[in-house]
């Protein structure tokens, strides 16, 4: 069976819209995406001072507006007439898709940044394509066999010729296995991984460059951010580790779905994958539902990206409603798992505490523990930051609506103030809070009047309670035990070392034989415990404080 016999088979299932169709060509060498690049960040600074002179205000020209004025008169011949006339922000979206697939994620990845970048910027970054030109489906069928290494009709019964999905990276179809197997197969570009290797090359060579002017907006910090999640998403046998570490992570909440993978079917630029067949929260099919399976929807669907956040460390960190599925049986399903985010232990718990004095109404402290997940820069004014937290949080408490003023957007805003105060916050926490904008947004799509507070509570209580359970605790003591079991084990040639070193030093004849005992053993025992607090890798200072007392007291006994 051929590509063609297999296209044959689609019949009224396809419905979906025709996309433009992607024309492949070779990857530009380095040296020429260096120039390429270039032209358009030299056009955006002509075409931004341009922009700037027209837009501000008469009375705001002063001094060096003139001279502004001027430089823009030289460079106007120099900047592309398709961008001279538009605003900044529309100048900065229109190059970036210009510029091809690495540059449009990277758009849609600033426009979360509203923590450094003006919400002019963010709001147009909005705007970039997410509907980008596809593969024909010749080319798709003979990509795929390539992969699997047989023809695809040893592989599937039926494949959908027109995608589900076509976006900056990869592209989406419908398929059938033999088995009879309802899958989708996400492909991976051809050229792109190779785009986007050379892309990140100049990207961190940008970074580091503006560092050099704009160290407050830390862009060598976020642009490494970016090309390390970048290279990720773009190997897909990723994206299946996390939807089997997701899957594993609800394995006793048979309500959350992730779809199971075909390894057997998968590859670096393939991905075969379970289709989950259920509606989006924002479609029409989910209002007919019930009052009381809204609300079921709305609650379970809360639970689990509290849970994946202050719980597991271990998010979707492209949350938006077209990646929720509201499944059969009352179940929700998430899908497009490419992009996660991951908390370590502190910064989750940190998250945890921050998050449960939010809605606990506890402004103070919750400012306290946000300004601690910041990373201070020169000049940063931590204790400013924290009074400015505290007073934004007490004026969330008394009036939180999600139209007038939403949890995500209390958190947003926040986290937006640590630029005026020089505290850097790191990507993920900004990913945190498109989370949480999602689960509002949708609990409001579903169940309007939905308080976040409230749902909130029940299930961040719940795993506040679990985090100080003693089976937990006695579970994080076993972490040290092999560290423990060897202090242990040395004890006894630690305490005789030490008593024959001691021993040593006080050899002089005293008139009572049993006088110095008492210091020696206590000095032994300070050398035994310091080496066990050394051991545990506990405080360094009292690993110190206990040696040197010891030192003291055989010094001491010694005289």
């Known amino acids: 069976m051929s590509g063609a016999s297999i296209s044959g088979k689609v019949g009224a299932r396809e419905a979906e819209p025709a996309f433009e169709v992607l024309e492949e060509r070779r990857p530009p060498g380095l040296v020429r995406r260096y120039f390429t690049t270039q032209r358009h960040l030299i056009g955006l600074l002509f075409g931004g001072l341009v922009a700037f002179v027209r837009a501000r205000p008469r009375d705001r020209r002063g001094f060096w507006f003139q001279w502004a004025r001027v430089l823009s008169w030289l460079v106007l011949p120099l900047t592309s007439s398709r961008y001279v006339n538009l605003p900044f922000p529309v100048q900065l979206r229109r190059r970036l898709e210009a510029l091809g697939p690495t540059y449009i994620k990277l758009g849609q990845i600033l426009s979360l940044r509203e923590d450094i970048l003006p919400r002019e910027i963010t709001d147009e970054l909005k705007k970039l394509l997410d509907r980008l030109p596809a593969l024909p489906f010749e080319r798709f069928v003979a990509r ?3 992969e699997v290494a047989r023809p695809i009709d040893d592989v599937f019964s039926w494949v959908q010729s027109t995608p589900t999905g076509s976006a900056s990276i990869g592209q989406t179809h419908r398929a059938r296995t033999l088995d009879g197997d309802e899958v989708v197969l996400k492909l991976v570009k051809p050229g792109i991984r190779r785009t986007i290797e050379r892309d990140v090359i100049l990207l961190r060579i940008l970074g580091r460059s503006l560092q050099l002017f704009l160290k407050r907006l830390q862009p060598k910090r976020v642009l490494d951010e970016f090309c390390d999640y970048t290279l990720r998403e773009v190997d897909l046998l990723r994206e299946a580790d996390n939807a089997e570490n997701f899957a594993a992570n609800f394995r006793e909440d048979h309500e959350i779905v992730f779809p199971a993978i075909y390894r057997e079917l998968s590859t670096r630029n393939l991905l075969c994958m379970e289709f989950l067949d259920g509606v989006k929260p924002d479609s029409a099919e989910a209002l007919t539902l019930t009052r009381a399976e809204r609300n079921g929807l709305t609650n379970l669907g809360a639970g689990a990206i509290i849970q994946m956040l202050y719980q597991d460390g271990f998010f979707h960190a492209d949350l938006h409603p077209g990646n929720l599925l509201l499944l059969d049986g009352n179940r929700i399903g998430f899908i497009d798992l490419g992009m996660v985010g991951r908390f370590d232990d502190d910064l989750r718990r940190n998250l945890l505490y921050y998050y449960y004095c939010l809605v606990m109404g506890d402004s103070e402290n919750a400012a306290r523990y946000l300004a601690a997940l910041a990373e201070p820069v020169s000049r940063s004014d931590p204790r400013g930051f924290r009074r400015e937290v505290e007073e934004i949080s007490s004026r969330w408490q008394r009036n939180p609506t999600f139209h007038e003023y939403s949890m995500g957007q209390l958190i947003l805003e926040s986290v937006s103030r640590g630029v005026r105060y020089n505290m850097y916050f ?29 749902v909130s509570k029940v299930h961040i209580g719940r795993i506040f309670a679990r985090q100080f359970s003693p089976l937990r605790i006695a579970r994080e003591g076993l972490r040290g035990a092999p560290e423990l079991v060897d202090a242990l084990v040395k004890a006894p040639m630690l305490v005789t070392e030490g008593l024959r070193v001691l021993e ?3 050899r002089q004849p005293r008139e009572n034989p049993f006088s110095g005992i008492r210091g020696t053993v206590f000095a032994g025992f300070l050398f035994v415990a310091g080496a066990i607090v050394a051991a545990l890798k506990g405080p360094t200072w009292l690993a110190i404080l206990l040696f040197g007392g010891g030192v003291m007291i055989g010094l001491r006994r010694e005289r």
């Open 504 to 506: 040593q030093t006080t």
């Open 426 to 454: 790191p990507v993920e926490l900004v990913l945190m809070v498109k989370a949480i904008v999602t689960f509002e947004g949708v609990g409001q799509i579903l169940n309007p009047g939905f308080d976040v507070i409230e």
């Open 144 to 146: 795929i066999e390539t």
